[in-house]
């Protein structure tokens, strides 16, 4: 499987190196020297990384081939794809990849059922589920712990325990929902709800 972990930016200085917005909560693995990376657009690529450093707390990277500030502005905007295994699971407990609860069921704890995963969103503030009720609308449900309580990736569902007002009438519906171009590493959905390439959910005091 295929997902997007990082997309390149400006290029910085005058010898190749490019600033990257990471997409993924498991950089080491993902962008670390000699990872090879498909592109989009797929002319781009592929490219191999040969350094990367942090500075002023913005990941750069050089790919090999890339020597100039040229070279590297010809990079910017392009998406970097990682290959990864479909079973594959994050490092981290509770930690999911996006692909992992995309079609789960979304049920009460007395299995009453409120819908299906269809998207995931990554905001800088947190993770939402993007969930298509039966009758066809569509409900943002929190990815934190004191809503969604329950992970079960072998019964395929979500079960949550959801405040006042977020699923029933009173609810904030999204009718007219755009559809996501690409996924996002994706990496994985963390449950700290970060708002990165992957989903977390946020636990609560």
């Known amino acids: 499987m295929q997902l997007v ?3 390149i930016g400006r290029a910085h200085g005058i010898k190749g190196e490019v600033t990257v917005e990471v997409r993924t909560d498991e950089p080491e693995l993902r962008l670390g020297p000699g990872a090879v990376l498909h592109t989009d657009p797929a002319s781009t690529g592929p490219l191999t ?3 990367g450093r942090v500075h002023s707390g913005r990941l750069l990277l050089r790919f090999e ?3 100039d500030r040229t070279g590297a502005e010809a990079l910017r905007n392009t998406l970097l794809i990682a290959e990864i295994d479909p079973t594959e699971m994050p490092e ?5 990849y996006d692909h992992q609860l ?6 009460l704890a007395d299995g009453t059922e409120i819908g299906r995963i269809t998207e995931i969103s990554h905001l800088p503030s947190q993770d939402l589920f993007i969930v298509e009720r ?13 809503i969604v309580v ?23 519906i999204v009718s007219s929902h755009e559809e996501s171009g690409a996924e996002s590493d994706e990496g994985s959905v963390d449950e700290s709800g970060a708002g990165s390439g992957d989903a977390s959910r946020e636990e609560t005091a």
């Open 49 to 51: 990384i040969e350094t």
């Open 134 to 146: 039966p009758d066809g609308t569509e409900v943002m449900i929190p990815f934190v712990g004191e």
């Open 92 to 96: 981290e407990e509770d930690e999911y």
């Open 65 to 67: 081939g890339v020597r």
């Open 5 to 7: 972990v990082a997309r």
């Open 102 to 107: 995309m079609d789960l069921d979304v049920v």
């Open 150 to 172: 329950e992970i079960d990736l072998e019964e395929q569902r979500a079960v949550i325990d959801p405040p006042p007002g977020l699923i029933d009438d009173r609810a904030e």
